[in-house]
């Protein structure tokens, strides 16, 4: 399809937040990068934040402050 964007620098890693697993993703799609962290739970995977910026490093930050605010006031 023309225009198409395709993904590149993806990444994945899994860190503890809070006590809990929890899989951090980014990618590059243009100039933008995206991430987003998910909780693994035995026998789930949610969504808990997603984050959109200019560089890897600022979209990574954004959803793992996210992620440690909504785990820690879930405690």
Same mark, same amino acid.
């Given at each position: 399809?023309?225009?198409?964007? /395709?993904? @590149?620098?993806?990444? %994945? +890693? /899994?860190?503890?937040?809070?006590? &809990? %697993?929890?899989? /951090?993703? %980014?990618? $590059?799609?243009?100039? +933008? &990068?995206? *991430?987003?962290?998910? #909780? +693994? !739970?035995?026998? *789930? @995977?949610? +969504? #808990?934040?997603? %984050?959109? *910026?200019?560089?890897?490093?600022? *979209? @990574? @930050?954004?959803? !793992?402050?996210?992620? $440690? $605010?909504? #785990?820690?006031?879930? $405690?």
């Amino acid at each position: 399809m023309p225009g198409e964007m /395709i993904p @590149e620098e993806y990444s %994945s +890693r /899994i860190e503890s937040v809070g006590g &809990y %697993s929890v899989a /951090i993703t %980014s990618y $590059r799609l243009g100039n +933008r &990068y995206f *991430a987003k962290v998910e #909780i +693994r !739970l035995p026998g *789930a @995977e949610a +969504r #808990i934040a997603d %984050s959109e *910026a200019l560089t890897k490093a600022a *979209a @990574e @930050e954004t959803v !793992l402050s996210e992620a $440690r $605010r909504l #785990i820690g006031s879930g $405690r």
